[in-house]
């Protein structure tokens, strides 16, 4: 292992004048033997790290990559079969996981060309509980550009197609996810959400999608964008399904700083035995009427949320002021944290405990300068504006947003106190249309981002929230979300399960017949 080679006098030059120290060509001259005296630690540490095996290639895992012939809506991106125990609670269950999860010895692109050609060297703890769990996985779902899209057309090596009408956008990140679950190619899948990415292509795609209390499920070893928004959950047809993988996700595993040290387990199946009626349930104004609300879709979860009421839930409107300009919070969030973090940070960032990967921070460092113009135009935009706003703050923005989640948590607890649950609209409006390749910036941006004004500010106050299918409009599905208090994700499901036996189950996507038109 060769020893990291000192900087030279012009590489020195750069690295004054990137921290403004001000030093003359004759004192860079005087610090070189000093930085090169301290490259000693960072080589013994590359040693050591050898040493514990962290050059240990990946496991040999079969795979293949997802041929046209089986991929018809551009779902999956490599198809597998791994298991691990011959039973347990997912036992003869098939599941999809996103794309930004690492299985170890199958590739991982997370939708970006600045990621393609890495092979994990080992499974996230969810791919493990999976495995642990009876599980069958059978392959890489699709996720958008470093998962930073709530539309479906951002993804590497193309978009993914909605399965209620090809034309359309299945809704993003966890496109792929959706779109498999809604179509029974997968059983079950595990995605991301930093705002609102299992949530989105569940009420695009028709199916449910739970985003857990934030620190619920490990994040440990999935792509991050920004720590305190970043989030894994279930993606089933049936809230007994997401209920089922919750059990198998949920619960602290010592090396997410995302969690707290101790989890309650939660028998999340078994709670959905229990009665709903009686819960009280906050209808959020501001969850309605916003400038991009499609009136019939508010229409359509406004008799979803009649169903609640007739399965003898306690129904009231509630205002919570805070939930438009936690959007803002979210922003600057997202933006400043994420080009931080997952862009000047590569995925990972320093500073805090917990697990990093070296190897994928290397690689991505090395591939996001090869690549980045290849990069799509929403993280584009999340480089430009968050690099700039930190420039010219220091972090001064994103501290004072940061100052700002706990008076949007303690607004949505507020409301939580008087209520069991709180609901609204998932998404504002259903699926659009896919977008031409020479899209204008605007009309791209648009459509990629403009979803995620109810779903955005959970991400940041760490609620639980789940959207359930409400009823369709112009034949596409809509979204009924629910959200909880934080670690009550029990309750949150029990609503959901009494909506969907109250309206008697979930329909499926037409199957198109062999010449291509639906039955």
């Known amino acids: 292992m060769s020893s990291l080679p000192p900087p030279d006098t012009e590489r020195l030059a750069a ?24 490259l000693a630690s960072s080589t013994a540490v590359e040693e050591l790290y050898a040493r514990l095996g962290g050059s240990t290639p990946p496991p040999e895992r079969a795979w293949a990559p997802a041929g046209p012939e089986h991929n018809r809506l551009g779902a999956w991106y490599v198809t597998t ?4 125990a011959p039973d ?74 909605n399965p209620w009408d090809e034309t359309r956008n299945a809704g993003g990140s966890s496109s792929g996810c959706g779109a498999l679950v809604a179509t029974g190619e997968a059983d079950l899948a595990v995605g991301g959400d930093q705002g609102g990415s299992i949530r989105i292509p569940g009420a695009f795609c028709g199916i449910v999608g739970h985003k857990p209390t934030h620190g619920l499920v490990p994040y440990t070893g999935a792509f991050p964008i920004e720590r305190t928004i ?18 198998v996700l949920a619960g602290p595993d010592g090396a997410d700083p995302r969690q707290p040290g101790v989890i309650a387990p939660v028998d999340y199946p078994a709670a959905l035995a ?51 300009d936690a959007l803002h919070v979210w922003n600057v969030i997202a933006t400043e944290g994420a080009a931080y973090q997952m862009l ?7 500073n805090t405990d917990g697990f990093y990967d070296p190897e994928l921070i290397a690689h991505f460092a090395r591939r996001r300068l090869e690549r980045g113009h290849e990069l799509s135009r929403t993280v584009k935009l999340v480089g430009l504006s968050g690099r700039y ?7 001064r923005y994103y501290a004072m947003a940061r100052r700002l989640v706990p008076e949007v948590r303690a607004a949505y607890d507020a409301a939580l106190a008087r209520y069991d649950v709180l609901v609204m609209p998932t998404l504002p409006y259903t699926a659009p249309a896919l977008p031409p390749a020479d899209v204008t910036l605007a009309d791209y941006l648009t459509t990629a981002l403009s979803m995620v004004g109810n779903t955005a500010p959970f991400d940041v106050s760490g609620h639980p929230a789940c959207t359930v299918p409400a009823g369709p409009v112009g034949g596409l599905p809509t979204g009924l979300m629910i959200i909880g208090r934080r670690f009550d994700d029990a309750t949150v499901l029990r609503v959901a399960h009494t909506y969907e036996q109250a309206v008697g189950g979930f329909p499926a996507p037409p199957v198109p017949a062999s010449n291509g038109v639906a039955v």
């Open 274 to 324: 229990e009665p709903a009626s009686g819960l009280r349930v906050g209808v959020v104004a501001e969850g309605f009427g916003t400038a991009v609300s499609d009136p019939a879709v508010d229409g359509s979860v406004r008799a979803a949320i009649d169903v609640l009421r007739g399965a003898g839930l306690d129904v009231a409107e509630v205002s919570v002021p805070w939930h438009t």
């Open 389 to 395: 706003t930190f420039e010219e703050g220091g972090g």
């Open 230 to 247: 970043d989030h894994l959950g279930p993606m089933a047809r049936t809230v007994a399904d997401a209920a089922a993988l919750l059990g």
């Open 344 to 350: 000047d940070g590569n995925a990972y960032g320093m």
């Open 88 to 161: 347990g609670p997912l036992a003869g269950r098939t599941v999809a996981v996103k794309d930004n999860i690492a299985v170890a010895g199958v590739p991982m692109m997370n939708g970006s060309r600045t990621v393609e050609g890495f092979v994990p060297r080992q499974d996230a703890t969810v791919v493990r509980r999976l495995l642990d769990a009876g599980a069958t996985i059978t392959g890489k779902a699709v996720c958008e550009d470093l998962c930073f899209s709530g539309a479906s057309f951002t993804s590497r090596p193309g978009p993914v197609r």
């Open 15 to 38: 690295l004054d004048r990137h921290y403004r120290f001000g030093l003359s060509p004759a004192e860079l001259t005087e610090y070189a033997p000093a930085v090169e005296a301290s």
């Open 81 to 84: 079969s791994l298991t691990g």
